[in-house]
Protein backbone atom coordinates (compact mmCIF):
# COMPACT_ATOMS: atom_id res chain seq x y z
CA UNK A 1 0.00 0.00 0.00
CA UNK A 2 1.24 3.60 -1.04
CA UNK A 3 0.43 5.30 2.67
CA UNK A 4 0.63 8.18 1.77
CA UNK A 5 -1.50 8.16 -1.30
CA UNK A 6 -4.20 6.22 0.97
CA UNK A 7 -3.96 9.72 3.79
CA UNK A 8 -4.50 11.87 0.32
CA UNK A 9 -7.71 9.21 -0.44
CA UNK A 10 -8.77 9.46 3.56
CA UNK A 11 -8.49 13.61 3.98
CA UNK A 12 -10.57 13.74 0.44
CA UNK A 13 -13.35 11.35 1.76
CA UNK A 14 -12.94 13.28 4.93
CA UNK A 15 -13.19 16.80 3.63
CA UNK A 16 -16.06 15.83 1.18
CA UNK A 17 -18.13 13.92 3.79
CA UNK A 18 -19.01 11.05 0.86
CA UNK A 19 -16.67 8.48 -0.65
CA UNK A 20 -18.71 8.79 -4.27
CA UNK A 21 -17.67 12.63 -4.20
CA UNK A 22 -14.30 12.02 -3.03
CA UNK A 23 -13.87 9.23 -5.60
CA UNK A 24 -15.10 12.01 -8.52
CA UNK A 25 -12.58 14.69 -7.05
CA UNK A 26 -10.27 11.68 -7.58
CA UNK A 27 -11.15 10.71 -10.93
CA UNK A 28 -10.96 7.17 -8.82
CA UNK A 29 -13.72 4.29 -8.82
CA UNK A 30 -16.10 4.21 -5.35
CA UNK A 31 -14.69 1.20 -4.91
CA UNK A 32 -10.33 1.98 -5.23
CA UNK A 33 -11.72 4.89 -2.35
CA UNK A 34 -13.00 2.19 -0.39
CA UNK A 35 -10.49 -0.05 -0.19
CA UNK A 36 -7.41 2.68 0.19
CA UNK A 37 -9.24 3.74 3.44
CA UNK A 38 -9.88 0.10 4.68
CA UNK A 39 -6.07 -0.48 4.01
CA UNK A 40 -5.52 2.61 5.92
CA UNK A 41 -7.26 2.08 8.83
CA UNK A 42 -6.12 -1.95 8.59
CA UNK A 43 -2.10 -0.43 8.38
CA UNK A 44 -2.84 1.70 11.69
CA UNK A 45 -5.47 -0.78 13.47
CA UNK A 46 -7.95 1.84 14.03
CA UNK A 47 -11.52 2.13 12.69
CA UNK A 48 -11.25 6.02 11.32
CA UNK A 49 -14.77 6.64 9.87
CA UNK A 50 -18.59 5.24 11.00
CA UNK A 51 -20.21 4.43 7.85
CA UNK A 52 -24.08 4.27 7.14
CA UNK A 53 -26.28 4.18 4.57
CA UNK A 54 -27.01 8.23 4.95
CA UNK A 55 -23.63 9.30 6.55
CA UNK A 56 -19.86 9.15 7.24
CA UNK A 57 -18.77 10.65 10.57
CA UNK A 58 -14.76 10.40 11.77
CA UNK A 59 -14.01 8.34 14.93
CA UNK A 60 -11.74 10.09 17.30
CA UNK A 61 -9.16 8.23 15.78
CA UNK A 62 -10.33 9.39 12.52
CA UNK A 63 -9.88 12.99 13.80
CA UNK A 64 -6.39 12.77 14.92
CA UNK A 65 -5.77 11.08 11.15
CA UNK A 66 -7.00 13.91 9.40
CA UNK A 67 -4.98 16.46 10.87
CA UNK A 68 -1.99 14.76 11.14
CA UNK A 69 -2.08 13.87 7.49
CA UNK A 70 -3.65 17.13 5.91
CA UNK A 71 0.15 18.61 8.08
CA UNK A 72 1.95 15.69 6.47
CA UNK A 73 0.29 15.78 2.92
CA UNK A 74 1.25 19.64 2.86
CA UNK A 75 4.87 19.06 4.11
CA UNK A 76 5.34 16.29 1.63
CA UNK A 77 3.94 18.67 -1.23
CA UNK A 78 5.86 21.45 -0.28
CA UNK A 79 8.59 19.80 -0.58
CA UNK A 80 8.06 18.59 -4.06
CA UNK A 81 7.74 22.10 -4.92
CA UNK A 82 11.18 23.45 -3.69
CA UNK A 83 12.54 20.32 -5.15
CA UNK A 84 11.22 21.21 -8.87
CA UNK A 85 12.20 24.69 -8.21
CA UNK A 86 15.55 23.99 -6.99
CA UNK A 87 15.35 21.64 -10.51
CA UNK A 88 14.49 24.36 -12.35
CA UNK A 89 17.28 27.02 -10.62
CA UNK A 90 19.70 24.68 -11.44
CA UNK A 91 19.17 24.35 -15.10
CA UNK A 92 19.02 26.79 -17.98
CA UNK A 93 21.47 29.58 -19.58
CA UNK A 94 22.99 32.83 -18.12
CA UNK A 95 24.67 35.13 -20.56
CA UNK A 96 27.14 36.91 -18.48
CA UNK A 97 29.31 40.16 -19.80
CA UNK A 98 32.15 41.45 -17.72
CA UNK A 99 35.30 43.54 -18.87
CA UNK A 100 37.98 41.96 -21.25
CA UNK A 101 40.85 41.54 -18.68
CA UNK A 102 39.06 41.62 -15.79
CA UNK A 103 37.23 38.64 -16.99
CA UNK A 104 40.05 36.74 -18.12
CA UNK A 105 42.01 37.33 -15.20
CA UNK A 106 39.20 35.71 -12.60
CA UNK A 107 35.80 34.17 -14.65
CA UNK A 108 37.32 30.96 -15.25
CA UNK A 109 38.22 30.39 -11.93
CA UNK A 110 34.58 31.62 -10.70
CA UNK A 111 32.54 30.05 -12.98
CA UNK A 112 34.02 27.07 -12.40
CA UNK A 113 33.25 27.49 -8.94
CA UNK A 114 29.55 27.83 -9.85
CA UNK A 115 29.35 25.09 -11.99
CA UNK A 116 30.62 22.50 -10.25
CA UNK A 117 27.17 23.42 -7.58
CA UNK A 118 25.50 23.89 -10.95
CA UNK A 119 26.04 21.49 -13.38
CA UNK A 120 22.99 21.82 -15.70
CA UNK A 121 23.54 25.27 -15.77
CA UNK A 122 25.40 26.27 -18.99
CA UNK A 123 27.25 29.65 -19.17
CA UNK A 124 27.55 32.15 -21.93
CA UNK A 125 30.27 34.56 -21.07
CA UNK A 126 30.74 37.41 -23.27
CA UNK A 127 34.03 39.33 -22.34
CA UNK A 128 34.08 43.48 -23.73
CA UNK A 129 35.06 46.66 -22.41
CA UNK A 130 31.52 47.87 -23.97
CA UNK A 131 28.87 48.25 -21.83
CA UNK A 132 26.60 45.93 -23.40
CA UNK A 133 22.86 46.63 -23.40
CA UNK A 134 21.68 44.03 -21.05
CA UNK A 135 18.22 44.16 -21.82
CA UNK A 136 18.65 44.83 -26.19
CA UNK A 137 20.95 42.30 -26.27
CA UNK A 138 19.70 39.35 -23.40
CA UNK A 139 21.76 39.69 -21.00
CA UNK A 140 20.94 38.20 -17.78
CA UNK A 141 24.07 39.80 -15.89
CA UNK A 142 26.83 42.10 -16.20
CA UNK A 143 29.89 42.62 -13.87
CA UNK A 144 30.72 46.16 -14.44
CA UNK A 145 33.90 48.31 -13.11
CA UNK A 146 33.72 52.13 -12.53
CA UNK A 147 31.13 54.85 -11.61
CA UNK A 148 27.48 53.14 -12.74
CA UNK A 149 25.77 55.43 -15.22
CA UNK A 150 22.08 56.22 -14.52
CA UNK A 151 19.67 53.52 -15.51
CA UNK A 152 17.06 51.26 -14.73
CA UNK A 153 19.35 48.38 -14.07
CA UNK A 154 19.68 46.74 -10.55
CA UNK A 155 22.93 46.70 -8.98
CA UNK A 156 24.58 44.27 -6.08
CA UNK A 157 28.01 46.27 -5.19
CA UNK A 158 30.79 43.18 -4.79
CA UNK A 159 33.61 45.18 -4.15
CA UNK A 160 36.48 47.62 -5.38
CA UNK A 161 39.44 47.87 -6.76
CA UNK A 162 42.50 50.04 -6.55
CA UNK A 163 44.31 52.30 -9.30
CA UNK A 164 48.05 52.74 -9.38
CA UNK A 165 49.44 55.06 -11.71
CA UNK A 166 52.68 54.23 -12.62
CA UNK A 167 55.48 54.40 -15.81
CA UNK A 168 58.24 52.75 -16.82
CA UNK A 169 61.82 53.10 -15.15
CA UNK A 170 62.82 54.28 -19.36
CA UNK A 171 60.02 56.84 -19.64
CA UNK A 172 60.82 58.46 -16.04
CA UNK A 173 64.38 58.52 -16.84
CA UNK A 174 64.06 60.32 -20.48
CA UNK A 175 61.41 62.51 -19.08
CA UNK A 176 61.79 63.07 -15.45
CA UNK A 177 59.65 61.79 -12.59
CA UNK A 178 56.95 63.84 -11.34
CA UNK A 179 56.83 65.18 -7.59
CA UNK A 180 53.57 66.48 -7.43
CA UNK A 181 50.43 66.39 -9.28
CA UNK A 182 50.07 69.24 -11.23
CA UNK A 183 53.46 68.13 -12.93
CA UNK A 184 51.49 65.69 -14.57
CA UNK A 185 50.61 67.93 -17.66
CA UNK A 186 53.95 68.21 -19.04
CA UNK A 187 53.96 64.27 -19.66
CA UNK A 188 52.64 62.09 -21.72
CA UNK A 189 49.79 60.28 -20.96
CA UNK A 190 48.11 56.74 -21.18
CA UNK A 191 44.60 57.22 -21.36
CA UNK A 192 41.80 54.31 -21.05
CA UNK A 193 38.92 56.34 -23.40
CA UNK A 194 36.24 53.97 -21.66
CA UNK A 195 36.72 56.13 -18.39
CA UNK A 196 33.89 57.89 -17.14
CA UNK A 197 36.15 61.02 -16.15
CA UNK A 198 38.00 61.08 -19.71
CA UNK A 199 40.97 62.08 -19.73
CA UNK A 200 41.44 63.57 -16.01
CA UNK A 201 43.08 62.10 -13.58
CA UNK A 202 42.57 62.65 -9.47
CA UNK A 203 44.28 62.66 -6.58
CA UNK A 204 43.19 63.76 -3.69
CA UNK A 205 41.35 67.05 -4.28
CA UNK A 206 43.50 67.58 -7.81
CA UNK A 207 42.25 67.09 -11.09
CA UNK A 208 45.09 66.80 -13.62
CA UNK A 209 45.38 65.99 -17.46
CA UNK A 210 48.32 64.53 -18.77
CA UNK A 211 49.04 65.21 -22.27
CA UNK A 212 47.30 62.42 -24.34
CA UNK A 213 49.41 60.19 -26.71
CA UNK A 214 47.27 57.17 -26.43
CA UNK A 215 43.72 56.57 -26.32
CA UNK A 216 42.96 52.79 -26.26
CA UNK A 217 39.56 51.19 -24.71
CA UNK A 218 41.91 47.99 -23.50
CA UNK A 219 43.65 48.44 -20.52
CA UNK A 220 46.34 45.67 -20.97
CA UNK A 221 47.14 48.15 -24.63
CA UNK A 222 47.40 50.76 -22.24
CA UNK A 223 49.80 48.86 -20.02
CA UNK A 224 52.04 47.52 -22.65
CA UNK A 225 52.55 50.77 -24.11
CA UNK A 226 53.20 51.58 -20.58
CA UNK A 227 55.92 49.31 -19.93
CA UNK A 228 57.53 50.16 -23.88
CA UNK A 229 57.95 53.72 -22.16
CA UNK A 230 55.52 55.48 -24.32
CA UNK A 231 54.02 57.59 -20.90
CA UNK A 232 51.95 57.65 -17.56
CA UNK A 233 48.86 55.49 -17.12
CA UNK A 234 46.38 55.08 -14.17
CA UNK A 235 44.74 50.92 -14.27
CA UNK A 236 44.08 49.00 -11.81
CA UNK A 237 46.11 47.20 -9.96
CA UNK A 238 45.14 43.80 -11.22
CA UNK A 239 46.23 44.82 -14.63
CA UNK A 240 49.52 45.82 -13.02
CA UNK A 241 50.79 43.57 -10.42
CA UNK A 242 53.07 41.43 -12.63
CA UNK A 243 54.94 44.12 -13.97
CA UNK A 244 55.23 46.21 -10.89
CA UNK A 245 56.75 43.20 -9.27
CA UNK A 246 59.08 42.60 -11.91
CA UNK A 247 60.35 46.33 -12.12
CA UNK A 248 59.10 47.08 -15.91
CA UNK A 249 57.00 49.47 -14.13
CA UNK A 250 57.23 51.71 -10.97
CA UNK A 251 54.66 53.97 -9.19
CA UNK A 252 54.07 57.25 -8.90
CA UNK A 253 53.11 59.90 -6.58
CA UNK A 254 52.16 57.17 -3.71
CA UNK A 255 51.45 59.93 -1.15
CA UNK A 256 48.42 60.95 -3.04
CA UNK A 257 45.30 59.36 -2.86
CA UNK A 258 43.43 57.45 -5.74
CA UNK A 259 40.20 56.49 -6.08
CA UNK A 260 38.98 53.02 -6.18
CA UNK A 261 36.70 51.47 -8.69
CA UNK A 262 33.40 50.05 -8.04
CA UNK A 263 33.02 46.62 -8.73
CA UNK A 264 28.80 45.76 -9.40
CA UNK A 265 27.04 42.89 -10.97
CA UNK A 266 23.91 44.62 -12.47
CA UNK A 267 20.45 42.74 -14.14
CA UNK A 268 17.69 44.32 -15.69
CA UNK A 269 15.10 43.44 -12.98
CA UNK A 270 14.13 41.56 -9.28
CA UNK A 271 12.87 38.94 -11.05
CA UNK A 272 15.35 37.27 -12.45
CA UNK A 273 15.26 33.55 -12.21
CA UNK A 274 17.34 31.36 -9.38
CA UNK A 275 19.71 30.20 -11.13
CA UNK A 276 21.42 33.82 -12.08
CA UNK A 277 20.72 34.98 -8.32
CA UNK A 278 22.69 32.18 -7.46
CA UNK A 279 25.68 32.95 -10.01
CA UNK A 280 25.20 36.65 -8.26
CA UNK A 281 25.92 34.91 -4.64
CA UNK A 282 28.87 33.15 -6.12
CA UNK A 283 30.31 36.19 -7.79
CA UNK A 284 30.18 38.00 -4.10
CA UNK A 285 31.54 34.88 -2.14
CA UNK A 286 34.42 34.81 -4.42
CA UNK A 287 35.55 38.78 -4.49
CA UNK A 288 34.56 38.47 -0.85
CA UNK A 289 37.43 35.88 -0.26
CA UNK A 290 39.53 38.05 -1.96
CA UNK A 291 39.11 41.22 0.38
CA UNK A 292 42.92 42.78 0.83
CA UNK A 293 41.28 42.63 4.46
CA UNK A 294 37.61 42.53 6.53
CA UNK A 295 36.79 45.72 7.09
CA UNK A 296 37.71 46.86 3.30
CA UNK A 297 35.85 45.82 0.32
CA UNK A 298 39.17 46.20 -1.84
CA UNK A 299 39.53 42.74 -3.78
CA UNK A 300 43.25 41.69 -4.69
CA UNK A 301 42.82 39.60 -7.97
Not at 36 to 52: G, I, S, W
Not at 88 to 96: D, E, F, K, Q
Not at 221 to 238: E, H, K, N, S, Y
Request: with cysteine; glycine share 6%; aromatic share 4%.
Amino acid sequence: MDTLEAMRVFVEVARQGSFTTAADQLSLSRSVVSKQVAQLERHFDARLMHRTTRQLRLTEAGQLMLERAEHLLAEVDGLAGSLQEDRVASSGRIRLSAPLAFGARCMGELLAEYHARHPAVRIELALSDRRVDLVAEGFDLALRIGELEDSSLIARRLGSLRLILCASPAYLARCGTPGHPRELNRHDGLHYSLARHGQEWRLGEQRVRARSVLQANNGEVLRDAAIAGMGITLQPDFMLREALANGELVTLLDDWPLPTLGLHGVYPDRTQPQRVRRLLDSCEAFFNERRIRPDSDEIML
